[in-house]
């Protein structure tokens, strides 16, 4: 006998030479084995989320933090050449490093953007874009960059340490 059931769709043979028990009969034995079945598996989502909750909990005690991170507009990040994605100050922090060469051009930076370059924000800039300048010596950019970068960043560490 083919029975069709409702969910989940599928077409159950259930007889006597396939071995296969039809899980919508009605009978005892057929209710109990579904019911022991569906509590074994309630268990098991109880179980894992209290072992999740407790988990997190201890996660939070260590001073993780979890959820969605905050938009970059809700910290008050804004930048023109990163595209919304860098610390503000940034485009002024990589026209800074890149002038670094020319000292001429670069106390002309450092002058006119003084403001942003010398804030906080802009002194965690200053070390973002020379981080990712840094990291692209290593492929064969910015070579000759390396010692007046290392020596910005030594400046920028300076400062923000004091």
Do not use: C, K
Not at 12 to 25: C, E, K, P, R, Y
Not at 28 to 37: D, I, P, S
Not at 77 to 86: C, I, L, P, Q, T
């Amino acid at each position: 006998m083919i029975r069709r059931t409702s969910w989940p769709p599928a077409t159950v043979a259930a007889d006597a030479a396939s071995g296969i028990v039809d899980l919508a009969a009605g009978d005892a034995t057929t209710t109990m084995l579904v019911n022991v079945l569906v509590s074994v598996g309630q268990f098991q989502r109880d179980l894992q989320n209290e072992l999740t909750r407790d988990g997190l909990a201890a996660a939070r005690a260590a001073g993780a933090r979890s959820g969605r991170r905050p938009r970059l507009e809700q910290l008050g990040v804004v930048d023109e050449v990163g595209w919304g994605r860098a610390p503000a100050g940034y485009d002024v922090a990589m026209l800074y490093a890149h002038s670094l060469l020319q000292p001429a051009v670069a106390a002309r930076v450092r002058a006119e953007f003084a403001d942003e370059l010398e804030s906080p924000d802009g002194l965690l800039s200053q070390l973002y874009a020379t981080a990712r300048m840094l990291l692209r010596i290593n492929s064969g950019d910015y070579a000759d960059l390396a010692i007046p970068l290392h020596r910005n960043a030594e400046r920028v560490i300076a400062l923000l340490q004091d």
